[in-house]
């Protein structure tokens, strides 16, 4: 590998949550950590963000979701990755969640869970060590 | 490393494959080298469009308006947006994938997005291999989109075979930088937003600036092969409506002709040389300064030449021509 | 040491906490006011008194002495049945008027079964799909003797549909019926992102609904022009207030092109705006909005009577400035945003449960929340005189410049060629944008200060109970939605929905056929997919 190795993240909206302002914000800030960052806009579904994992291969895909159907969208979008032999991205979900409903999504396979609060450069540290290639 | 797992699904037809290897392409030359190298043979079936136009032209929405006339036509379409990297943080927000219509399937046409990266000589580079890698996945048709009609876009469009700008009605801002930058290689241009008002005017500014071009060429002389590339394509004027979808039959016949033409003329076989001859000088470029600064920095018969420049005994230029003799290449 | 300089100032003292204080617009904000701040000012041309030209100190001479504001807790969350319980319990507790919040797939006019909708059934709001859902809401409750606000914007002229039959059915005509409907879709292309059609048709069906009720459910406020998700999506308090009252004079401009007479439709608008942090520069924002919303409809839009140059507002506590972190802190930020909109004169209040960050708030939270506009009421004495505030040199001087800094922004939309041009071009997302990811970095880098999250944190995380959706009420509603669809005449459906397409293809006012449409129980999706294939959907540009 070159020095010439950027990380690539997708940032996207699953479902029909609208409040994308710290997706954005997360969007810039991964930007201005020298990464290469893909927004996918509102209104994702599950297909809708693999079809674009697959053609993108980002490094990292952070989902941001604040309207409490993370229980119901996450685990399909793990699944369809798996389908697709998309293993070695690190996934990740942000936004609304609360406390209890992690376990049941780190047996997702998704990790960190940075909700309101968090400092950005948090997640982007976040992000930079914990990418699974 | 062995690519050729990931090169016999490309070949099958898998886009995860497409994907991973655009990665590695993008990322590390000497992995780039290794592919292109066992790919390079299945290359060449596919027609390359350049597509570019200032912010706001409405790229996006023209692109995704004729790759769906593409996609009805059965054809397989590859799509590469690059987006400029910040030269301040180096990262970059890839803003056109979500500006396209998000209900292509999978199996008709193929989206990346890239950064260019900001270095000039690995710019073109990496959408080059890019290029050539959906080439070798079967598309019968990439667009490779940008932003910026300057210099920079130029290189960018080394490979492509029919060079579209767009422009939109309003301002004049867009014929200015076109004048400066991409003019020399624009096939086509495309007025688009065609119900907005001025849009005739905007036709005719863009003839007014041809019309310069056009008289500049004949007052000066050329010779030779490159005179071919000067030579007989007029490069067209359309007006369309992307959100409409109006006027594209007449655009893609106006491909058509261009494509005919460089295939007819011969112009297509000059081109090709060209573009591998500056394909190779650039990645020529990027080895030796590899070299060149892999020997800088460790040779110790360059500290010695830095001595003597220090002491102003020697002059970078003289020192420049010392390490070409060391490097063997004078 | 203080020193005076030559203007009757304080010079700052060099051993200040920061080096300048500058509030959450960007205003810097002065060591000391004097009446050299505020002498400038006219009474009678600048304040006037409460009720009058151009209304500064408050929308009525009496305001709170008269009657208090309207409690208004916004509230709604799985089926119908469930969200009439927490009405029901709301009301018990002294609510005076109630509040739907609706679930995603509603806002979007999507049914509870379509593929979009999955996972979002019930949560964030109560699922509504057809008229028998919007029966079961207000089951027992006399909408004759409550007003009601619902917050719906692409879809509202169908749920104000269902809100007037549902009246009927329970014996009332529709000229009783008090409430609103969000129903601003320009803010939505701003901020708060549940479009559904481009910006055009959606204007025509605003103004449908402005002209209908004019004449049908005159108590009706058609529109509440808001400011409060232009806030929450990272605004200014400055550009909360222009971007708002800009919308507004575009809905005014749109309803008189229709042919509309301002003096008709201009009493039933009404505004929304957020209560933030800063406790002067959101009272001081209240007074500037409603002497800039008076002044225009006089001078520019020719408005004659007092009723349409009156601002009247509804408030919400800042959900974005509350923590996750030490929950219960909320409850003192509620407080003071609470006040703030009380001394800066708001019509109707909702405050935010302490929770909110966390979920849907729990009961106790809600009642809390409630509680705590009980004590400003009744303990606090904000209520029992008009605008306090008024004359603080402080007040004045930062009203004025409050409506310095939106006069700018007015002209910049108007060199824009106004709302839906700027829209198009991107202007207010961009300054959105912008304000978000500086306030980001401002807190990153502590030069703002929000306690328990970015100073003064606790080492050790507490646990708060917090409110569950089961992810049962997806399956429940779509059964609803299912038995519905079997009693209902398909028949009648389809006739109602191929007229209404064929009216959406003119220029008739839509709302009769909208009406008619779920009247026969056709559902929400179905009318708005109607819609759609007229209209067409909108596609944003995404702006960082």
Redesign the interface.
Known sequence: ??E???I?VLVCKP???????GA??L?????????????????Q?PD?IV??V????PDAVMLSML???????CP?IMDKLKE???DDVLVSVGG?I???DKPFLEEHGLKGFY???T???TIVEFVKNNLKR | MDYSDLIEKLLNGNSRAVARLITLVENDIEAAESIINAIYGHTGNAYILGVTGSPGSGKSTFISTLTKLFAEQGKKIGIICVDPTSPITGGAILGDRIRMKDNFSLKDVFIRSMANRGQLGGLARATEDAVKILDAYGCDIIIVETVGVGQSEVDIFKSAQTVIVLLVPGSGDDIQAIKAGIMEITDIFVVNKMDLAGADKKISDVMQMLELKMNYKYESESHGENNLLESNWTPEIIKVNSRKGENFEHLIKLIDKHREYLKNSGVLVVYQKNRIKSETIQILKHKISEKVEGLIHSNPTIDEYLRLVMDKSLDPYSMANLIIKLLGID | MAEIDENKTLKPTKNERQEKFENLSGIEIKTLYTPEDSKSIDYNRDLGAPGEYPFTRGAYPNMYRGRLWTMRQFAGFGTAAQTNERYKFLLEHGTTGLSVAFSLHTIYGYEADDEKALGEVGKEGVSIDTLKDMETLFSGIDLSKISTSMTINAPAAILLAMYIVTAEKQGHSPDKLRGTIQNDILKEYIAQKSWVFPPEPSMRLIIDTIEYCIKNVPQWYTISISGYHIREAGSTAVQELAFTLADGFAYVEAAMERGLDVDDFAPRLSFFFNSHNDFFEEICKYRAARRIWAKRLKNKFGAKKKESMRLRFHTQTAGVSLSAQEPENNIARVTIQGLAAVLGGTQSLHTNSFDEALCLPTEKAAKIALRTQQIIANESGAADTVDPLAGSYYVEWLTNKMEEEAERYFEKIQALGGVIPAIKANFFQKEIANSSYKYQREIENKDRIIVGVNDFQLREACATPLLKIDEKVGEEQVKILQSVRDQRSNSQVQDKLEKLKQAAEGTENLMPYIMDAIREYASIGEVMTTLKEVFGEYREDSIF
């Open positions: 590998m070159t010439n190795r950027k690539k479902g029909l949550d609208g409040h994308d302002r954005k914000v969007a810039r800030a991964l930007r201005d950590a020298g990464m290469e960052v893909i927004y996918t806009g509102l209104h579904t809708m079809q674009t697959l053609q993108e291969d309207s409490g159907a993370h229980k119901a969208l399909v697709n032999e998309i609304i609360p406390d209890e909700g309101p609060g400092e950005l450069k």
